[in-house]
């Protein structure tokens, strides 16, 4: 069966310091991977999403960046973290394109 | 892009009553799905109902699905307190940007 794996699950970071969120996926291949962020009280916002190794697509303007270095997985970066980059981060991934499954999410409190 | 919203935002019944969300959204779709997130977790695939379908079971859970009204409804029958958890619904059309989440309803169930 497949399984999802993100980490850290909380972090409390300085403002201007890096970011650097790991997920990985187990018992499948070629997956699209999903980076969401979902601020307090609110929906989900996609930030990035990969089809594929090396594959990176943007969906808004940001202080944060994703590499896809291997098939399964899939990493969130910042350079330097500002305030308004707190919030909870989701890795998730799909195969057909319908049903997405989430990992357990990481708290980012940027102080 | 299209978009889920719930209504109502908020909603707190007594345990074994029916507890009724709505969602609606703006564009075409290929199908509508509903998630369930517990406090400071990740989300939980629920239910998904394409868009060539009206009503769709699983246990207790409901959904059904206008297409010419952009609606849906999630209906969970016999409430629990472990029902209680913020509900998402997301539509997608299959592609590889994923899936679109509204802001959720949060779901009380009082013992």
Known sequence: SQTIHQWPATLVQPVGSPLSLECTVEGTSNPNLYWYRQAAGRGLQLLF???GIGQ???EVPQNLSASRPQDRQ???SSKKLLLSDSGFYLCAWTESGN???FGEGSWLTVV | SQQGEEDPQALSIQEGENATMNCSYKTS???LQWY??????GLVHLILIRSNEREKHSG???VTLDTS???SSLLITASRAADTASYFCATGLGGADGLTFGKGTHLIIQP
């Not at chain 2, 369930?36 to 977790?41: D, E, P």
């Open chain 2, 60 to 62: 207790r859970l409901r």
């Open chain 1, 99 to 101: 049903t997405i499954y």
């Open chain 1, 74 to 76: 899939f990493i969130l």
């Open chain 2, 36 to 41: 369930r997130q517990n406090s400071g977790r």
């Open chain 2, 29 to 31: 779709i290929n199908n």
């Open chain 2, 69 to 71: 009204k952009k609606s």
């Open chain 1, 49 to 51: 999403y990969s089809v």
């Open chain 1, 56 to 58: 990176i697509s943007s």
